[in-house]
């Protein structure tokens, strides 16, 4: 399975962007798709994550993220994004695109793929 994230940039307070995954391989081998990101100095943390099965609407957001970002997928296309729309200045981190067979783990260590990180940084 192979994660490719884009989408990131430098971005003025309050401003939006929006991440794009596209996952390609053998994607029966994961259940939802989803985003950490790690701050500098900081460790990772799980930002959002979403079922990928048509039948299963489940889509879970961490508490910082809450009303600002909106996870959504494109089954079709392969593609999950990420809206993110209010950014602050704590939002500067790489943002890692993931899938994992757990359901929204918060444990880095439970992911199984990781995509390549694409940077986001909101200035003041």
């Known amino acids: 399975v192979q994660l490719q994230a884009s989408g990131g940039g430098l971005v003025q307070t309050g401003g939006s962007l929006r991440l794009s995954c596209v996952a390609s391989g053998f994607t029966k081998d994961y259940n939802a798709i989803g985003w950490f990101r790690q701050a500098p100095g900081k460790e990772r943390e799980r930002v959002s994550c979403i079922s990928i099965s048509s039948s299963d609407a489940r889509i879970s957001y961490a508490d910082s993220v809450k009303g600002r970002f909106t996870i959504s997928r494109d089954n079709a296309k392969n593609t999950v994004y990420l809206q993110m729309n209010n950014l602050e200045p704590e939002d500067t981190a790489i943002y890692y695109c993931?899938?994992?067979?757990?359901?929204?783990?918060?444990?880095?260590?439970?992911?199984?793929?990781w995509g390549q990180g694409t940077l986001v940084t909101v200035s003041s």
């Open positions: 993931t899938a994992a067979a757990v359901f929204c783990t918060l444990s880095a260590l439970e992911i199984d793929y």
